[in-house]
């Protein structure tokens, strides 16, 4: 396993438009987040999965975001009717279970342009 | 509300000497303090972190220091190398709840060679 592996890279699509983009985390990791980072900010915690179930929800999260990991293993994140706002770049993170000590790891990100 | 911050978005050093990054934060109930370091269309990578039980960690050429008092930490980087240029961030997290990390908003490192 040679981390967490995200897809696509980049996604161009129309406002209004669906879009998915899908996560597989380090295989041994319960804990998968999803983060958001725009231009000149750090990256901002959009929800999390232990194991197959999805336990927080930042407010960051409208009802247009679903996400899901079926299985506890991959998981994917759904935007719904896309605005130019939800342009971003869209970070994968797991981990092992809660505790001190426990760093999370990230994938390399899908980059959204919402024209 | 940002509850950990980077207030100096840049930083340039001469290569050889010492990189010096700060990092503050506001929420006490934060417990563990990582950095991660990110090139350009890639995700962050994860440097280096401490507890809140200990006041300094070293990995190699990679310190970090807190002083949960005045709510700061900072990663020393000596000596530091072109390589180590990328943007650096400082993340935080608590033990309850989602156990998810709060960035601060990066300070972008130059090494000059």
């Known amino acids: 396993d040679t981390g967490v592996s995200q897809n696509p890279r980049h996604k161009i699509t129309k406002r209004g438009q669906n879009v998915t983009f899908r996560c597989d985390p380090i295989?041994?990791?319960?804990?998968l987040y999803w983060y958001r980072q725009t231009l000149g900010q750090g990256p901002e915690f959009l929800t999390y999965?232990?194991?197959?179930?999805?336990?927080?929800k930042s407010r960051l999260l409208s009802d247009r975001f679903s996400a899901e990991r079926p299985k506890g293993s991959f998981s994917t994140l759904e935007i719904q009717r896309t605005e130019q706002g939800d342009s971003a770049m869209y970070l994968c993170?797991?981990?092992?279970?809660?505790?001190?000590?426990?760093?999370?790891?990230f994938g390399q990100g899908t980059r959204l342009t919402v024209v | 509300d940002q509850q950990v911050k980077q207030n100096s978005p840049s930083l340039s050093v001469q290569e050889g000497r010492i990189s010096i990054l700060n990092c503050d934060y506001t929420?006490?109930?934060?417990?563990?303090f990582l950095w991660y370091k990110k090139y350009p269309a890639e995700g962050p990578t994860f440097l280096i972190s401490?507890?809140?039980?200990?006041d300094k960690n070293e990995d190699g050429r990679f310190t970090v220091f807190l002083n949960k008092s005045a709510k700061h930490l900072s990663l020393h980087i000596v000596p530091s190398q072109p390589g180590d240029s990328a943007v650096y961030f400082c993340?935080?997290?608590?033990?309850?709840?989602?156990?998810?990390?709060?960035f601060g908003t990066g300070t972008r490192l130059t090494v000059i060679p």
């Open positions: 999965f232990q194991n197959e179930a999805q336990l927080e």
């Open positions: 401490i507890s809140s039980i200990k």
């Open positions: 993170a797991s981990s092992l279970a809660q505790g001190a000590g426990t760093e999370a790891f």
């Open positions: 929420n006490s109930m934060f417990d563990y």
């Open positions: 993340a935080a997290s608590a033990k309850t709840g989602a156990n998810n990390l709060f």
């Open positions: 295989s041994e990791h319960n804990r």
